[in-house]
C-alpha cells in the first residue's frame, strides 16, 4: 500500500500542465470512440467474429462490445473531467490491450490504427501512474477537502 502511495504522490508533484490537456484529449478521444462504436455496432461485430482469437460465442461478443462501448464512453468522460483518472485509465488499459494484441496485429492487412492503439495504450499508462493534474475535478475536490481540514482545525 505504501508503494502506491509514494506513486501518487511522486505523480501528483510532477505532473506539468500541458499533460491536462492531453489527459483532455484522451478523455475525449475515448468518449467518441465509444460513441463511433456504438453508432458501427454492426461493423465491430464483423470485426471481432474476423480476429475471434478468444473464440467466444455470439453472445459473448454481444456482451464484449456493450462493455467495450460503456467504458470507453464513462471512462472516456472520467478521463476528460480528471474524475478518478488512475481508475478510469487501469479500467481502459485491457481492452485496449486487447485492442493492440487482439485486433490490430492479428488483422490481415496492415491496420493504421495499430499505432493509434499503441500510443492510446502508452498514454492511459502515463495517466493511470501520475493521475489526473491541476486541471480537474479531482484536485478541485482535493483542495476542498484541504480547505475544510484548515478551517476546521483553525489554521
Given at each position: 500500500?505504501?508503494v502506491?502511495r509514494n506513486i ?7 505532473h506539468p500542465?500541458?499533460l491536462?490537456?492531453i489527459?483532455?484529449?484522451?478523455g475525449l ?7 463511433g462504436?456504438l453508432?458501427h455496432?454492426?461493423?465491430?461485430r ?6 475471434n482469437?478468444?473464440?467466444l ?9 456493450h462493455?467495450v462501448?460503456?467504458?470507453?464512453m464513462?471512462g ?11 481508475l478510469?485509465s487501469?479500467i ?11 485486433v ?5 492487412y ?15 499508462t502515463v ?5 489526473s493534474?491541476?486541471l480537474?475535478?479531482d484536485n ?5 477537502i484541504?480547505?475544510d481540514r ?6
Amino acid at each position: 500500500m505504501k508503494v502506491i502511495r509514494n506513486i501518487e504522490t511522486w505523480g501528483d508533484t510532477h505532473h506539468p500542465k500541458m499533460l491536462d490537456l492531453i489527459r483532455i484529449l484522451l478523455g475525449l478521444f475515448l468518449l467518441l470512440k465509444g460513441i463511433g462504436f456504438l453508432n458501427h455496432y454492426p461493423f465491430l461485430r464483423d470485426q471481432i467474429i474476423r480476429t475471434n482469437a478468444l473464440h467466444l460465442s455470439p453472445d459473448n461478443i454481444t456482451l464484449l462490445i456493450h462493455y467495450v462501448t460503456l467504458v470507453h464512453m464513462i471512462g472516456g468522460i472520467f478521463i476528460l473531467l480528471g474524475l478518478l483518472t488512475r481508475l478510469a485509465s487501469l479500467i481502459q488499459i485491457p481492452i485496449v490491450f486487447g485492442a493492440v494484441f487482439f485486433v490490430n496485429i492479428l488483422s490481415p492487412y496492415f491496420n493504421s490504427e495499430l499505432w493509434l492503439s499503441i500510443l492510446v495504450l502508452g498514454l492511459l499508462t502515463v495517466f493511470m501512474v501520475i493521475g489526473s493534474g491541476p486541471l480537474s475535478i479531482d484536485n478541485l475536490l482535493r483542495n476542498i477537502i484541504a480547505d475544510d481540514r484548515r478551517a476546521e482545525t483553525g489554521s
